[in-house]
């Protein structure tokens, strides 16, 4: 399976940076696992906060490879738990969709046109994560769901 996770915004602390590649690294055996960086966007400078998710959007567009089914994080999108998860991506697989895209966008969410593109919501709850964050979690839930799928051991 291939998954590329689609984010606005550089990791800049190196506990987030070593995170994610603890958890890209543990993927290694079950999938490839692509993480683009989306330079976001300061709204002072792209004429307000519609110019700079219309520059985002053509940026985070432009990464999705183009088969890719995606799964777009928002707030308002599907809550799943973990099990739910790996079973959706199983369910996925079987579909042939082989390859999956995760898109995590700005601090003032995304635009309409890659609402559109997404072929589905996930939201990890109503709680507002700080992108950073979100990107580690994203990242072991991944890790989680081909642990589960596999029943393999994990901490719980």
Same mark, same amino acid.
């Given at each position: 399976?291939?998954? !590329?996770?689609?984010?606005?915004?550089?990791?800049?602390?190196?506990?987030?940076?070593?995170?994610?590649?603890?958890?890209?690294?543990?993927?290694?055996?079950?999938?490839?696992? !692509?993480?683009?960086? +989306?330079? *976001?966007?300061? =709204?002072?400078?792209? @004429?307000?906060?519609?110019?700079?998710?219309?520059?985002?959007?053509?940026? +985070?567009?432009?990464?999705? =490879?183009?088969?890719?089914?995606?799964?777009?994080?928002?707030?308002?999108?599907?809550?799943?738990? $973990?099990? *739910? /998860? $790996?079973?959706? +991506?199983?369910?996925?697989?079987?579909?042939?969709?082989?390859?999956?895209?995760?898109?995590?966008?700005? $601090? *003032? @969410?995304?635009?309409? *046109?890659?609402?559109?593109?997404?072929?589905? !919501?996930?939201? /990890?709850?109503? +709680?507002?994560l700080p992108h950073n964050l979100a990107r580690v979690?994203?990242?072991?839930?991944?890790?989680?769901?081909?642990?589960? $799928?596999?029943?393999? =051991?994990?901490?719980?």
């Amino acid at each position: 399976m291939n998954i !590329t996770v689609v984010c606005v915004g550089k990791l800049k602390e190196k506990f987030w940076v070593d995170a994610c590649a603890e958890y890209l690294k543990r993927l290694k055996p079950y999938a490839q696992v !692509t993480v683009k960086e +989306i330079p *976001d966007v300061d =709204p002072a400078k792209a @004429g307000g906060i519609a110019g700079s998710l219309e520059k985002e959007g053509a940026a +985070i567009l432009a990464a999705i =490879p183009d088969r890719s089914h995606v799964l777009l994080l928002a707030i308002k999108g599907k809550q799943r738990s $973990s099990e *739910d /998860f $790996s079973a959706r +991506i199983d369910e996925l697989a079987l579909q042939g969709k082989s390859d999956l895209a995760f898109v995590i966008g700005g $601090s *003032d @969410g995304v635009n309409d *046109d890659v609402c559109a593109r997404a072929n589905e !919501t996930l939201s /990890f709850g109503a +709680i507002t994560l700080p992108h950073n964050l979100a990107r580690v979690v994203l990242l072991e839930q991944i890790y989680r769901a081909f642990k589960i $799928s596999r029943g393999e =051991p994990y901490h719980k």
